[in-house]
């Protein structure tokens, strides 16, 4: 049975510790295809991997299974889960909201705590390694053919830990919203969706700053701001050639405003 694992963790690619995930994987089903999502997530920064999960669910087939290890409560008595999602993917980590961005995006249909320590790797595991000895395993298993109904005891799908995410506003003077993401390129990009601004022309007012929108990076000349909608469907603020994180000193949470020119705001 073959199968997709995608993995997503903040372990970075200094240490060996995607490579122990790898093996785990791979000793218990040789088989498998084993997709990198990122291993670059900042430290314990569950923000950026809900995001980076959301962006990358679409594009995945629906079978897949996600092992998620972005894990400041390892050790705790957060609970490690197993969740079922309505169009056949899985999702396999610690329930601490990491899993956000896909909720969003499509119905969780059942969900178990890993209580069934014959799918872990060891019967005792690493206090500070669950993505070894837990989550890695499970996810083999799963993609073994082991059934979902045997990784461990239901929980109440209503129970699972969801992270906050502050909504845009649609107010007299233009659509309100906040910097939910920075990306490698230091793009700044926020909660503002595409639909909010598509036919209209618009601008963003950040910093003190007046910033025109175009269509792509190349309309501006280089090192000049510009507003545009990116491939994800979220208005960014970028630079061409540059990191508009730099320019404007922007960081997560930060409030932006995106006016439209010319046109009342359908609420």
């Given at each position: 049975m073959t199968k997709i694992i995608a993995l997503l963790t903040d372990f970075g690619g200094e240490d060996v510790y995607v490579g122990v995930l790898k093996g785990v994987i791979k000793g218990i089903n040789p088989n498998v295809t084993i997709i990198d999502l990122t291993h670059e997530i900042p430290p314990q920064n569950l923000g950026k991997a809900s995001f980076c999960l959301g962006s990358a669910f679409p594009y995945l087939p629906a079978d897949t299974i996600y092992i998620a290890v972005v894990d400041p409560g390892v050790g705790s008595q957060r609970r490690a889960i197993a969740l079922e999602c309505a169009n056949g993917a899985y999702l396999i980590g610690p329930d601490n909201g990491i899993f956000t961005g896909i909720f969003n995006q499509v119905p969780i249909v059942a969900a178990r705590e890993l209580s069934n320590r014959d799918y872990w790797r060891t019967l005792q595991p690493s206090?500070?390694?669950?993505?070894?000895?837990?989550?890695?395993?499970?996810?083999?298993?799963?993609a073994s053919?082991?059934?979902?109904?045997?990784?461990g005891k239901m929980i109440e799908v209503e129970t699972l830990v969801r992270l906050p995410l502050p909504g845009y506003q649609v107010t007299a003077d233009g659509i309100r919203g906040i910097i939910q993401d920075i990306d490698h390129f230091g793009n700044l990009i926020s909660n503002i969706p595409a639909q909010m601004v598509e036919g209209k022309r618009w601008f963003v007012e950040v910093s003190g700053k007046i910033i025109e929108s175009q269509t792509s990076y190349s309309q501006k000349n280089q090192g000049e701001l510009l507003g545009l909608i990116n491939s994800e469907g979220w208005v960014e603020i970028a630079v061409n050639g540059g990191k508009a994180v730099e320019r404007l000193k922007l960081g997560l949470g930060d409030p932006i405003l995106v006016k439209i020119e010319g046109k009342n705001i359908d609420k």
């Open positions: 206090y500070t390694f669950h993505g070894r000895d837990i989550f890695a395993p499970v996810g083999a298993y799963l053919g082991v059934a979902f109904a045997e990784l």
